[in-house]
C-alpha cells in the first residue's frame, strides 16, 4: 500500500523538536509546515507520544536482553579460545559455575553400602603402622591415543576443516593398553603389561613373578596384600596359592572403587597420558 502523500518517518531529532515545538504552545500547522510533514501525520505522532506516556519510540515487544555488551565480547572470546565449550559450558562461566565433567560410579546398592560401613567401621582404628602394611593393587585401562567419549566444539562457519578445529584420529582407535600396578606407602610398585586378556592363569603369574617380589623387598614377609573382588581374583587356585605363600589379604566390600587409593594414581597417569 503506498504510503499517503505528506506521510514519511519523522527521524528522532525532528520527533525530539516537534515535542519542545508542541510544549511551547505552537500550532500542528506550524509545525507540520516547518517539518514538511502532514498535518494528520504530526497529529498521529504527538497522540502516540501522548498515550505512550512521553516516550519516543514504543517498547520492544521482544524478550528482554539478559547480557549486555561486554558480555557477549567475554563470550566470545570463551568459545574462540575454546572451541569445545558447549553453551550450557558458557553460560556456566557467565554465572561463575565452571563446568566439570561429572564423575562416574559403580551403582551402590543397600548390601553394598552396609558391607562398606561395616568394612570401615572395622579398620576405623587402623594406625599408621597397619597401613604402611599394606601393597594396593589394581589394573587398568590406558588408551594409547585419543578418547573413548564423543567430543563437541564451537567453531565459526566455514572453519570445519580447519586444523584448530579438528581432532586427529588412527585406524582402529589408536589401541589401549593394560596395565596391572601396585604401590604402598614406602614408594611405588612395577607396572606390569598385560598382553591380551588377563584370566587367573595370568594373574597368578602376575603375582608369583612381579607382586611378590616387589612385596618381599619393600614391605617384608609380614604384609597385607589389597586387591579387589574381580571373579579372578577369587578363584580357588588363586585363593589355593595365597594360603601356600601364608600371605595375608586384606578383606574387601564390593563396589569399593572409592575406597582404593590407588585410584587416584591411575587417574593422575591417565591426565598426563592424554596431555603427551
Known sequence: MARPKGSRNLSEMEQKAIVEGHHQGRTHRELAEQFKVSRPTLSKFLKRWTLQGGFLHKKSPGRPRITDSSMDRNIIRMSRSNPRLTSSDIAREAAGLHGRRPLKKPFISAGNRK????????????????????????????????????????????????????????????????????????????????????DRKAYLDILEKVMLPHARRALGQGFIFQEDNDSKHRSSDVQQWFRRRRITRLDWPSQSLDLNIIEPLWNELKERLAGE
Do not use: N, Q
Open 115 to 198: 558391607a562398606r560401613i561395616a568394612w570401615a567401621k572395622a579398620h576405623l582404628h587402623w594406625g599408621r603402622e597397619e597401613r604402611s602394611s599394606v601393597l594396593w593393587s589394581d589394573e587398568s585401562k590406558f588408551l594409547l591415543f585419543g578418547t573413548d567419549g564423543i567430543t563437541w566444539i564451537r567453531r565459526p562457519v566455514a572453519k570445519r576443516f580447519h586444523r584448530r578445529y579438528r581432532i586427529p584420529t588412527m585406524k582402529h582407535g589408536g589401541g589401549s593398553c593394560l596395565v596391572w600396578g601396585c604401590f604402598s606407602a614406602h614408594g611405588m610398585g612395577p607396572i606390569h603389561h598385560i598382553k591380551g586378556i588377563i
